[in-house]
Nanobody, 121 residues
Framework: QVQLVESGGGLVQAGGSLRLSCAAS????????MGWHRQAPGKQRELVAT???????NYADSVKGRFLISRDNAKNTVYLQMNSLKPDDTAVYYC???????????????WGQGTQVTVSS
């Protein structure tokens, strides 16, 4: 019932920047937490960053100081500004959101389809 659509991935050289976007749509009454996770080939999916509706953020140690997560609550959209990218940041990046639906009210937890980020050395 909730669709998450990511955009902004691509190929960039080490040291470059990319900005990911993720827009949520559906019978959304409220989104509590939005976030980004990533999965590199042969590795488990890992958390990159999260942000609450009040703006509280949390980052993986590996991206602190380089990535910035933000959101537009009116648009149900979350962004991930990625700077000083490294080859180790290469992965499929997934958007995630959880919150409350209306009609009838119930919790939801959804994932996007993923967007590829490739950082060349």
């Amino acid at each position: 019932q909730v669709q998450l659509v990511e955009s902004g991935g691509g190929l960039v050289q080490a040291g470059g920047s990319l900005r990911l976007s993720c827009a949520a749509s559906g019978r959304i009454l409220r989104i509590n937490v939005m976030g980004w996770h990533r999965q590199a080939p042969g590795k488990q999916r890992e958390l990159v960053a999260t942000i609450t509706s009040g703006g509280t953020t949390n980052y993986a140690d590996s991206v602190k100081g380089r990535f910035l997560i933000s959101r537009d609550n009116a648009k149900n959209t979350v962004y991930l500004q990625m700077n000083s990218l490294k080859p180790d940041d290469t992965a499929v990046y997934y958007c995630a959101a959880d919150g409350l639906l209306f009609g009838p009210r119930r919790d939801f937890s959804s994932w996007g389809q993923g967007t590829q980020v490739t950082v060349s050395s």
